[in-house]
């Protein structure tokens, strides 16, 4: 069965941290995604990467950005964590091409307290 | 700019109780669009893409279907473990826009 694994479920932060969200997938798909969700807002795109090394901007980058070193690999980060950034961020990916249905993680939950 | 709106935002069901989710699109150049069900805690899990005006695809007690303008998400005979929050997405490009969900309950 094909994978997307996010390193954590749960994080409490604290305002101002550097935060790394770590993201990897196991079916060599080439585009990898982060989003946020949060009640009432649904899902919304922060940033993506269609490439090793290439990134992309979505819907909501402020605050955030990315790094994919290695095809397998796409981390999110919190530059400095502020309270509203407390929400589910979702890790996905696809193959970027035929059914382009997206695989997704289980969720981290971050807590900026 | 592309839009998605489901209807209605929760609804709740007996048991054995059919009932459509809808999903209202705006999107130049429809490239497909996805069901997806979530569970409390838990990341999207894929259902559907459906691709054009007429399609139509099934599993189990669900049922997908595309106009030109919107999709419907039958359930048929619901049980309770078919309670979920359900998301239809639109694609843009290299990316999907999301609706707000459906959440669903289902009482024995």
């Known amino acids: 069965d094909v994978k997307v694994t996010q390193s954590s479920r749960y994080l409490v932060k604290r305002t101002g941290e550097k935060v790394f969200l770590e993201c990897v997938q196991d079916?060599?798909?080439?585009?990898m995604f982060w989003y946020r969700q949060d009640p009432g807002l649904g899902l919304r795109l922060i940033y993506f990467s269609y490439d090793v090394k290439m990134k992309e901007k979505g819907d909501i980058p402020e605050g955030y950005s990315v790094s994919r070193e290695k095809k397998e690999r796409f981390s999110l980060i919190l530059e400095s964590a502020s309270t509203n950034q407390t929400s589910m961020y979702l890790c996905?990916?696809?193959?970027?091409?035929?059914?382009?249905?997206?695989?997704f993680g289980s969720g981290t939950r971050l807590t900026v307290v | 700019e592309d839009q998605v709106t489901q209807s209605p935002e929760a609804l709740r069901l007996q048991e054995g109780e059919s009932s459509s989710l809808n999903c209202s699109y705006t999107?130049?150049?429809?490239?497909?669009l996805f069901w997806y069900r979530q569970d409390p805690g838990k990341g999207p899990e894929f259902l559907f893409t459906?691709?054009?005006a007429g399609e139509e695809k099934e599993k189990e007690r669900l049922k997908a279907t595309l106009t030109k303008k919107e999709s419907f998400l039958h359930i048929t005979a619901p049980k309770p473990e078919d309670s979920a929050t359900y998301l239809c997405a639109v694609r843009r490009d290299s990316t999907l826009t999301f609706g707000k969900g459906t959440m669903l309950l289902v009482s024995p």
């Open positions: 999107v130049s150049g429809l490239r497909g």
């Open positions: 459906l691709y054009s």
């Open positions: 079916m060599d798909h080439e585009n």
């Open positions: 996905a990916s696809n193959i970027g091409t035929g059914d382009y249905g997206y695989t």
